[in-house]
Every structure is written in structure tokens, then in C-alpha cells.
């Protein structure tokens, strides 16, 4: 440790610290534009020049290194005439278009220019002018004058989402900053160059011209997208969201936030936003009041359990349901005497149910400290944004990343090894890696696997993964969905066990944890997809849409149309032809409730908003409900009192890893490495996981959001006879869709891939297995 002296005041830091940090330890403000502590150093805006004892002139406190005995001067005559010169040379060729600007009141330029600047500019020439930018549909550049070039933007992109997107180009007056010709920006951590642009150069396309930041109330909230369940802060005027921003928290999502959390929001003012309680009277829809509405259904799920059974009753839930309204949509299920409620609607294998409640295995903090990581069946980017893009430091630190997985999509990190294979190989090379576990560590292979030769990339990645600590075994939303999920865990579980790495999944949802830990399961060994297997009488369905969301749309929807009553309780108008009652119920915006985290991390949060129409929380629903059936336990007046009721804990924020567990008891499998036919991979894409996102204009614009293709491989198109931009007829089960086709090279030459989640291939059947093409 080293002692310097800044204004008078001694500290001691680290040694290699700028003087920048050492201001920070102590709380002393030094102004400044290029600096942030997440980005590397630039000092190109010389904003924090300061004083330094014994140094002929001012030095830059971002990049000026402490050495012992230093003295510093922030505030004296000399620190304060050199930021001052600084400021004029800024504000030159600055507009002075601080009244329309977006930034107004939350500018760093503007709130230093009143300390440092002067009343009046001795520059009297034209200001520059540049030309403005089309960067997409989430970051406008329409300003770009205004710009003070302290490439935040530009080293935010080469650093935290790892690829550059913007640069500057010419020198002096025409430097100007840019996009590459033609191209728009496509991270999808792109929103937070807009946080990190100083002045109003960068701004929010959606948020642009709808409000002045002084006219928004801000509340604390907690994003219902990911398993990371991100820090918001939620900003509101007359009662509508505006704008969401990242609320810091180093320990989950640091001060990032994805796309997704950042401009999802607007899903929230969509037309098919659901508002007054509606019932189908001879096959046309009617509005009706709450007590009507809630009448007619407690009253047809006592008939239907009169006249089929408690077993006929079947409630699903969309997994970024809040922890209060699964446990109580389970609570209303199992007073009704049925066993049939579930969350885990994009699921096929469910041998592990009442034995594994999937989490992370360890801290998000913790997982961004991995030296070495094997990630099974997940496309890191786009499934958990935020995660990637810690693991992208982490491999940048020199870890090594290794990825099985159906698709060699871009990670934009540095990857040791892949094994891109068919999902139905996905059992056989794990079998590989743990051939290849067993010959490293010296230890006998399980039961089975004797005499298997592990390829190289098995041999590479068992060696990778054996190299450093800390180290994890990994498993993502595609293992989760896959048919042999459980196999996939046992095989997973025993290589982490052999190389002594920790064991984890990614999670799919907000509230995947939450709905373990709410009970929102069946006990009896049954399932979301049993339920449409084998069709019930009646349906509850809470925030999901089953035509998008469930692993096998087709199957979801011929059980909704047999059913004889199915009540949707929803923010939006859908499942009409099928519904019999639509429930106006709050999103997460206009509700309190509680997700629980990847890391089993309970986070609770308060309404941003006031609920649109008539629209209820889901949980006093639910309550009203229950009362309605006359069940037992109902008479909650808080979403606070349900919280505890599941937690047994009070506070708003509580870890409850001791409750989850990774470790199956289930001996790994040895897998027969897949034939020949045709096998679909239905990934999600990232802005259509959930009914907000696939409603948020601006999202839905993006490269990311464009009609599902038909991705095949270079085989494929040659045995076919097509190339990219030509039509194919994908076909599963009963349904079809003419998709265009995309040749990728990298894809394995037995898989089509096929986006699940989006309404143009809905018709389609199951995420995973067989599929068949021909050319249109």
C-alpha cells in the first residue's frame, strides 16, 4: 500500500492506483468525462487535471499513477485554471442547445460548465457541425455536434460487450465518432452507451422527446426478463413508465443492463394491453365487471370438478410470474383438490422433478471469478446477457471457456474449445469428456463408459477445464429444454464432481428459482407437458401465452381448444378463439412482488405504476379468488404477507441457496451418438421470451427481433438444391411454415434451426426432435 496526501487529507491505496481512485477512497470529487471506473483509461478530455507537487504542470488524475509520499491539489489556483482552460476548449464548438436537449438536466456538461465555465466565449468563428447517424432503432445519433469525444462509447464496446461498434474517425476538429458504414448497432448491450455519453450525443430513441428528466418519479424495481433479475430503476410521470435505467449493484448486475431489461418497458403501453375483465357470451366477447367475471369462474371450476374430477383442473404459469402469485395460483389448484400446476412450460424431461431445484451453483460475483468454464447448451449472449458478459472478463483475464452446444453462434469472448454437435449427440460427447475426465484425474469412468475413445475436442476441453480454479460446469436454457435433460445433468454433474468444479445451471426466466421455491409444481410425478398430453377439462393460464411459450405449441393448443373452460389471466388480449374468460392482471410494472435470482436471491420490489384500467395484481386475484371457492388460508392483505409465508423472512431481500440443489442422484447414461435423420433446435431468439418483450415496439426492430429463418447447412442446402434467400417448408407433426432459408456453414450437417417462441413458426411442434424440409 502506498500513502499519498490529496488536499490535505492522507489515504492510502493500492499500488499501480491512479490518483483518480485514490480521490474516490477518500470521497473527494475530481470532474471529469472519459473516466469511468468500469472502462479502461483514456485521458483524452484532460477534464481532471490537478495539481501535483514537484510536476512542472498539471497532470490528468485518471492517468497519473500514485507514488509514495505523493501530494496532491485538486482545488487549488492552478488545478482550477487548468480544468477551467479545459472547459473553454469544450464548449467552443459545442451547441448551445441545452433547451431541447434530451440531456438537459442529467448532462455532465452542463453541471460542470456551471463550476468551470465561463459567461461569455471569446470564440467568435462558425462551430463545427456534424452530420447525424442512424445507429437503429434504440440509440439516436441525430446530435452528434455535440459530442466531446471521450470514447466511453467506443471502449464500452470493445471492452464490457466485446464488440466494436463504434470508433472515431479523422483528426482534430473533424474527428467525429461512427458506426461502420451502413452498419447499425447491434449489441445487446447496447443501451448502456447512452448512460455512459456525457453530453447529448447518445440518447435513448424511445425515451427521446417524451419527457424532462425533473418531471419523472423514479422507483426501485427488479427486472422480470433473465435469471439475473438486474437492479432497475423505473421512471414514471402521470402514472406511465417513461424509462428504465440500471439501479448499481456490484453483486448482480454491476451498473450495466441489457436491452431487453432497458427497453422492454414499452411493451408495457402495447394496444393489446387487456383492461377490463372480458367473458365469451355465445362465441362474442363481452366486457363485464370483476365480481361477475370472478363469479363465473369460481363457479365453472366447481362444476367441472363436480362433474370430471378435481384431476380436470390444470393451472399453468409463465415462469416470470412473481413468487407471491405462483404460490398462490398452486394454492388455489391444490384447494381445488388437483395436483396440476406448473411453471416450467418450455420443459420435456421432468425425471429430476422433487429431487434438483436448479440455481447457479454459486454467486453471481463468484461466477464472474471463473478461471475455467464448460457451458453446456446455451447461446451466452443472447439467453443471459449479462453473465456473458462478465464470463467475456473473466476470459479476457485469461480463462479458458469451453462450450458444447448445437450451434457455433459468436460469443464475442475468446473460446479454448467447442464441441458443436447435433442435440441428439449431445449425451455421446459428454461421454467423451468424461472418458477424458476419467484418463486425466486417474479415476474410474462410470458404469459403461469403459472403452470410449474421447475425440480431440473432448481430450482438449477435459484438459482445459482441469487446468485452473476456480472452475464450473455450466448447463443453459437448451439443456433444460431438451428431451434428455436428465441424462444431460448426470453426465454434466459427474464431470464437475470428477474435476472438482462447481455445478450450475443458468436460469431461463426471473422467477425459474421462485417457482421451485413456491411450490408450484405437481407432487404427483405430473407435468406442464402432461397436461396437454392428456387434455383436461379446464385451464388456468397466468402471464403465459401457450402458443408461444410451451415446449410444443401444437400440443398446447389442441388441449386448450378441447377444453371446456380455459380462464387467462393476463396484461394483454390473446388466446381468444380458445379463452372463456380474459382477467385483466398487472404486469410487473403495476404490481409488488418477488423474484428470486439465479443465485437464489430473493429480490423484492414495490409498483412503479398505476395499473392500467381495471387491471388487478394477479395475487389479490387469485386471493378473491380463493375466498370465492371458500378454501382455507386466504385472507392475506399484502403481497408482503405471502412473501413471508413462502420465505419464512421478512426482509426484502434474503439468499435462499440452502433451499436449492443441484445433486441428482441418477448415474450418467452412455449416449449412441445420433443417426441420420433431420432434428430441429428451437432456440428461443432474446426479444421473444416473454409476452412484455414481444410487445416492445423497439426491441421488435432490431436485427435480433427479424422473422424466424430456416438455418440449415451447407450439406443440407447442396442435397436440396438451395441457397440463402430461397423458400423451404419446414414440417413437424401436424403444422408447417414456409420460412426463408439461411445457409451457416458452422451448423451440423442433420440440424435445422428453427426459433421457437415466435408467432410464424407456432404452427411447428416440439422445440427439439424430428423435422422435415422440402423446397417450396
Known sequence: MIEIQIDGKKVEVQEGSMVMDAASKLGTYIPHFCYHKKLSIAANCRMCLVEVEKAPKPLPACATPVTNGMVVHTHSDKAVKAQKGVMEFLLI?????????????????????????????????????????????????????????????????????????????????????????????????SGNMIDLCPVGALTSKPFRYSARTWELSRRKSVSPHD???????????????????????????????????????????????????????????????????????????????????????????????????????????????????????????????????????????????????????????????????????????????????????????PVANKIIAAPSAWLAELGGVIAAVAAAKGVAAPAGFEGIEPSPQARQTAASLLSGEPRAVLLGNAVAHHPQASQLHAAAQWIAEASGASFGYLTEAANTVGGHIAGALPRNGGNALQFFTQPRKAYLVLHAEPELDCHDPQLARSALDQAEMVVVMSAYKHGMDHADVLLPVAPWSETSGTYVNCEGRAQSFNGSAKPAGDTRPAWKVLRVLGNLLDL????????????????????????????????????????????????????????????????????????????????????????????????????QGQGSAVLTVSVDERLPASVVRVAAGHPSTSALGSMFGAISVEKV
Not at 442512424?134 to 471521450?150: Q, V
Not at 421478512?650 to 443441484?662: F, I, P
Open 632 to 731: 382455507q388460508g386466504f385472507d392475506y392483505e399484502t403481497s408482503e404477507s405471502v412473501r413471508d409465508e413462502v420465505l419464512g423472512a421478512v426482509s426484502a431481500e434474503v439468499n435462499l441457496a440452502s433451499r436449492l440443489n443441484n445433486i441428482a442422484a441418477l448415474s450418467p447414461q452412455r449416449g449412441v451418438a445420433g443417426g441420420q435423420s433431420l432434428e430441429r433446435v428451437g432456440l428461443v431468439p432474446i426479444y421473444s421470451t416473454d409476452s412484455i418483450v414481444r410487445r416492445a415496439p423497439s426491441l421488435q426492430l432490431t436485427n435480433d427481433a427479424r422473422t424466424p429463418q430456416a438455418i440449415i447447412s451447407a450439406v443440407l442446402a447442396q442435397q436440396l438444391g438451395v441457397a440463402n434467400g430461397s423458400q423451404l417448408r419446414v414440417k
Open 93 to 189: 464548438n459545442h451547441p448551445l442547445d441545452c433547451p431541447i436537449c434530451d440531456q438537459g438536466g442529467e448532462c455532465q456538461l452542463q453541471d460542470l460548465a456551471v463550476g468551470y465555465g465561463s459567461s461569455s466565449s471569446r470564440y467568435a468563428e462558425e462551430k463545427r457541425v456534424v452530420a447525424p447517424k442512424d445507429a437503429g432503432p434504440l440509440i439516436s445519433m441525430k446530435e452528434m455536434t455535440r459530442c466531446i469525444h471521450c470514447t466511453r462509447c467506443v471502449r464500452f464496446g470493445q471492452e464490457v460487450a466485446g464488440v466494436m461498434e463504434f470508433g472515431m474517425l479523422g483528426r482534430g476538429e473533424h474527428s467525429e465518432i461512427t458506426s461502420f458504414v451502413g452498419k447499425t448497432v447491434d449489441s445487446e448491450l
Open 227 to 413: 435469471g439475473l433479475g438486474s437492479n432497475l430503476i423505473v421512471q414514471v410521470k402521470s402514472g406511465t413508465v417513461m424509462r428504465v435505467l440500471p439501479l448499481e449493484n456490484e453483486d448482480v448486475n454491476e451498473c450495466w443492463l441489457s436491452d431487453r431489461d432497458r427497453f422492454a418497458y414499452e411493451g408495457l403501453h402495447s394496444a393489446e394491453r387487456l383492461t377490463r375483465p372480458m367473458l365469451k357470451q355465445d362465441g362474442k366477447w363481452i366486457e363485464t365487471d370483476w365480481q361477475t367475471a370472478l363469479e363465473y369462474v369460481a363457479h365453472g371450476l366447481r362444476n367441472i370438478r363436480h362433474e370430471h374430477g378435481a384431476d380436470a383442473i390444470a393451472a399453468i404459469a409463465a415462469p416470470n410470474s412473481t413468487l407471491e402469485e405462483l404460490s398462490l395460483l398452486q394454492k388455489v389448484v391444490r384447494g381445488l383438490g388437483s395436483d396440476n400446476v406448473d411453471f416450467r412450460l418450455r420443459q420435456s424431461d421432468f425425471t429430476l422433478t422433487g429431487t434438483v431445484t436448479p440455481w447457479l451453483g454459486m454467486s453471481v460475483a463468484e461466477f464472474g471469478q471463473l478461471r475455467r468454464a464448460f457451458v453446456i447448451g446455451s447461446n451466452l449472449r443472447k439467453d443471459h446477457p449479462l453473465l456473458a458478459a462478465r464470463l467475456r472478463q473473466s476470459a479476457k483475464r485469461g480463462g479458458a471457456i469451453s462450450v458444447l452446444h448445437a450451434t457455433d453462434d459468436d460469443l464475442l469472448m
